[in-house]
């Protein structure tokens, strides 16, 4: 069974602290994504990789940086966390030239 | 022109009935539209998936109808059933774009027994 795994369902962080999200798909997939879900906003992306260390911007990355050190995982990084950042975030990924997207459950960020 | 335009926002239908989610495009790059559906507390999953070569695509009581002249493809689900109640996404895709794929705004549907 295909898997998409983020690290965490639900996240309360400060104002100002730096934030980690984790994301392991074990489909051997090259391409992985972070999207970002507000209501009525639909799905918006922030970052996507293509293959280790590669990584390009999305519609919003700003305030969020990435790092995909190995080809199983994507981290999504916030800086500092600001409370516009709380929102669902959820990770993909999907083999070219199969484009079928697999995600992962999300994590629900709170930033207080 | 990377935008995938997605109506209505929310629908209500009842039970038997035909549900329609409609979506337009401008880039006409894109050459893959699926359709995801996300159920609450769910990452969105695939539901079906049109290229422009067709026109229609039929998986069982979901449809997809194609009019690549006017750059709209929208999602018709016959019979609706309650267990339908989710939330739909639009997406759009172009193999020319390193495999990103951009969603449209989303349409949450409630079918009422």
């Known amino acids: 069974d295909v898997k998409v795994t983020q690290s965490s369902r639900y996240l309360v962080k400060r104002t100002g602290e730096k934030v980690f999200l984790e994301c392991v798909q074990d489909?051997?997939?090259?391409?992985m994504f972070w999207y970002r879900q507000d209501p009525g906003l639909g799905l918006r992306l922030i970052y996507f990789?293509?293959?280790?260390?590669?990584?390009e911007k999305g519609d919003i990355p700003e305030g969020y940086s990435v790092s995909r050190e190995k080809k199983e995982r994507f981290s999504l990084i916030l800086e500092s966390a600001s409370t516009n950042q709380t929102s669902m975030y959820l990770c993909?990924?999907?083999?070219?030239?199969?484009?079928?997207?697999?995600f992962g459950q999300g994590t629900r960020l709170t930033v207080v | 022109q990377q935008q995938v335009k997605q109506s209505p926002q929310s629908l209500i239908v009842q039970k038997g009935g035909i549900s329609i989610i409609n979506c337009a495009y401008e880039n006409t790059a894109f050459d893959y539209f699926p359709w995801y559906q996300q159920f609450p507390g769910k990452g969105p999953a695939l539901l079906i998936a049109i290229r422009p070569d067709v026109s229609e695509k039929k998986e069982g009581r979901f449809t997809i109808s194609f009019n690549k002249s006017a750059k709209q493809f929208s999602l018709h689900i016959m019979d609706s059933q309650p267990g339908d109640s989710a939330t739909y996404f639009c997406?759009?895709?172009?193999?020319?774009?390193?495999?990103?794929?951009?969603f449209g705004q989303g349409t949450t549907l409630q079918v009422k027994p």
């Open positions: 993909a990924s999907s083999s070219v030239p199969n484009t079928e997207a697999f």
């Open positions: 997406a759009a895709y172009s193999s020319s774009n390193t495999g990103k794929l951009i």
């Open positions: 489909m051997d997939h090259e391409n």
């Open positions: 990789s293509y293959d280790v260390k590669m990584k």
